[in-house]
């Protein structure tokens, strides 16, 4: 499972997508990789991917956020954009921009920033729950855990 983002500043944003795959025993390679800044190190890490045995890609960016965009044009891979608030319109830019791919080449956009990456690692997840009971069975634990911690009345 690959995490990809286009800054170091945007890791706070997308720890939590490291973090529910975690939870669900899933390994993570975390890098900044930027379409836009280093546009090599992007060719070179997508277009190796596949070898390495990454699976799934989550790709979050703000601003002009090509990211997600151009890993899915470089890979058949699945790739989960999330979209990263901060700029001067907030994400909305980065939401226009992961989201807006043209017919055929596909990203699966998520929510704008932590909860959007969180909901990106939970998909992945469950693309891989598909084939792993493991990861099956500990999405199921989340889920249980998650509605047990909802306390019925807010006092
Ligand atoms: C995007 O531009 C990054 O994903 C980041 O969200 C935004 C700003 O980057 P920095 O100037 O903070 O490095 O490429």
Redesign the pocket.
């Known amino acids: 499972m690959a995490i990809l983002?286009?800054?170091k500043?945007?890791w706070e944003k997308m720890k939590p997508a490291a973090d529910v795959l975690a939870k669900l025993g899933v390994g993570t390679d975390v890098r900044v990789i930027?379409a836009?800044?280093t546009p090599a190190r992007h060719h070179e890490y997508v277009t190796g991917a596949e070898d390495r045995g990454i699976e799934i890609f989550i790709c979050?960016?703000?601003?002009a956020?090509h990211?997600a965009g151009v890993t899915a044009a470089l890979t058949p891979l699945p790739v989960l954009g999330v979209p990263?608030d901060?700029s001067a319109v907030d994400g909305l830019d980065a939401l226009l921009a992961t989201v807006q791919m043209p017919g055929g080449i596909p990203v699966a956009t998520f929510a704008i920033g932590k909860a959007g990456a969180k909901n990106a690692g939970l998909f992945a997840g469950a693309i891989l729950a598909g084939r792993d009971e493991s990861v099956r069975k500990a999405l199921a634990e989340f889920r249980e855990a998650q509605t047990a911690g909802v306390p019925e009345t807010p006092f």
């Open positions: 983002m286009g800054s500043n945007d930027s836009h800044r979050g960016a703000g601003m956020a990211l990263l901060g």
